[in-house]
């Protein structure tokens, strides 16, 4: 009975009525997508520009599919236009790509005019994400923490900082050392579950009076992933 709704609109001679549709269609489940990301975004935070683009990025993405169409001399020339492009960004969150990837997937059922496909595929994978955003499925009880401590060269780090971390981490490694300033300074990094019972204060401040009052820095692990590079 509801056969025709998953169909294409888009016949092999695009109209400007088939056109427009698809084209509101991409920009209306673009702005519901937006909409799920900013709701499951919320603590984090998100980029006002990530936002706008989910919201055209679809649309842009059905009007090059539309114009190229079954033509494959149009591929060949689209695909040559965007590689004179270049896009560069500092590594994201892998749920950020994900909605990317998303939006782009809504982009190609309008541009190819199964809107129906795609409003399904929106309420479907929104569901989801809004469902897992409520329940926190998947993240950790406790978060874990990149800790850098700052030596002077003199200075034996071998088990130096063992018995403090102990007293004030639920668990800890050491994934990496190096050196900086020309050999003069180590630096250590670890990686720790801070204890939740513990004074963060007074972990740094016993770490302060071990490595000669030199930088000691304690972040989110997950942040540092995504802005370091």
Known sequence: ????????????????????????????????????????????????????????LPAIIAVIIM??????????????AFSLVRFRSAPGDPKDIAYVAFVLAIGLSCGLGYIAYGVIFVVILSAIMLVMDFFK?????????????TIPEDLNFQGLFDDVLDKYTESWSLKNIKTSDFGTLFELVYIVTINPLQDSKKFIDELRC?????????TMKEFEDRYTV
């Open 1 to 56: 009975m509801f056969d025709f709704l998953l169909n294409s609109i888009i016949d092999e001679t695009l109209t400007l009525p088939a056109m427009l549709a698809s084209l509101c269609a991409a920009l209306v489940m673009g702005f519901a997508i937006s909409f799920v990301y900013m709701a499951t975004h919320k603590k984090e935070g998100y980029s006002a520009g990530f936002v706008a683009t989910l919201i055209m």
């Open 210 to 218: 071990r490595n000669s009052n030199l930088n000691i820095s304690l």
């Open 137 to 149: 499925f998947g993240k950790p009880k406790r978060s874990l923490m990149q800790l850098k401590i």
């Open 67 to 80: 114009l190229i169409g079954n033509s494959v001399a149009r591929a060949f020339s689209l695909a040559g």
